[in-house]
């Protein structure tokens, strides 16, 4: 079983509990929300990451810093000329070790946040994060998501696509959901 499919599996056991948790008691509401990231790649802070790279992975990080210690260019070669465009900030989509950077950046701020965290949650332990590259699943009660999308999130620097949110409720908790979420009619 692959990570992927292994987090499916787990995310499916995690509705299975937080239903018998849950019931139909509207403070107990819990969901899924699906998350993609605006132009993630691209506005990640390069120094940034390097360091958290240096911090959470040290083996790699030697390889990381050369890749991208300095602007990568990008040549454009046609009948006018040649010309350079150059990049100071992101990770070049298509690099192999691109998704392996994003995950050093997402890790140091879920980390962050854990540490901040001056008492542990009881509710802890209903929570479960999903990651592919800029796309995110987080399961959980729906005051944990709501906070996760205005703290977590931007403190790690993940700024949400929120066109592209979608939450996944129990017919029970779609009006809490929509209370919770008022400020995002369309989700």
């Not at 993609?36 to 691209?42: Q, T």
């Not at 890749?67 to 454009?76: I, S, T, V």
């Not at 590259?133 to 929120?162: I, K």
């Amino acid at each position: 079983m692959g990570g992927l499919e292994g987090g499916i599996y787990a995310v499916r056991e995690l509705w299975e509990t937080l239903t018998q948790e849950a019931g139909d008691n509207p403070k107990k509401a819990f969901g899924t929300l699906l998350i993609d990231a605006k132009n993630a790649f691209n506005a990640a802070n390069r120094t940034a990451r390097l360091w958290n790279a240096r911090i959470l992975w040290p083996r790699a990080s030697t390889f990381l810093f050369h890749c991208y210690r300095g602007d990568a260019e990008l040549f454009l070669r046609g009948i006018h000329g040649t010309t350079t465009i150059s990049s100071r900030e992101g990770w070049t989509q298509g690099d192999p070790m691109s998704m392996a950077r994003w995950s050093a950046g997402v890790a140091a701020g879920t980390e962050k946040k854990k540490q901040q965290q001056q008492e542990p949650d009881p509710l802890q332990k209903y929570w479960h994060q999903l990651w592919y590259a800029d796309d995110a699943s987080n399961t959980g009660w729906l005051h944990q998501l709501q906070a996760w999308l205005h703290e977590s999130g931007p403190a790690a620097g993940y700024v949400v696509e929120v066109d592209k949110l979608i939450l996944a409720v129990l017919p029970q908790f779609v009006q809490k959901a929509k209370e919770i979420f008022a400020e995002f009619p369309d989700l």
